[in-house]
Nanobody, 111 residues
Framework: QVQLVESGGGSVQPGGSLRLSCVAS????????IAWVRQPPGKGLEWVST???????LYTASVKGRFTISRDNAKNSVYLQMNDLKPEDTATYYC?????RRQGTQVTVSS
């Protein structure tokens, strides 16, 4: 069974930074593409970023230049470094594999 455990969320002021982590198990991690998606309060899911098994990365336009996705195959982990956070980044963040997501981690950006 796919297991994805996110951590690293919290409350920060605009301009602040957070680093989200996702530890995965139950599937061949190093050969898998992993994505981060988010769900703002009262809104639908929004794709944020993907890291392919090759290590190549993709970002939605609103986070490009501020967020960095990375992976450590030795630790079955994916990370999302988020800098220059804005109130519109407030959401529950999930890492996903083939659309499967679990609990998520809450990020709140507010002054």
């Amino acid at each position: 069974q796919v297991q994805l455990v996110e951590s690293g969320g919290g409350s920060v002021q605009p301009g602040g930074s957070l680093r989200l982590s996702c530890v995965a198990s139950g599937f061949p991690f190093s050969s898998s593409h992993i994505a981060w998606v988010r769900q703002p309060p009262g809104k639908g899911l929004e794709w944020v970023s993907t890291i392919r098994n090759s290590g190549s990365t993709l970002y939605t336009a609103s986070v490009k230049g501020r967020f960095t996705i990375s992976r450590d195959n030795a630790k079955n982990s994916v990370y999302l470094q988020m800098n220059d956070l804005k109130p519109e980044d407030t959401a529950t963040y999930y890492c996903t594999k083939d659309g499967v997501r679990r609990q998520g981690t809450q990020v709140t950006v507010s002054s």
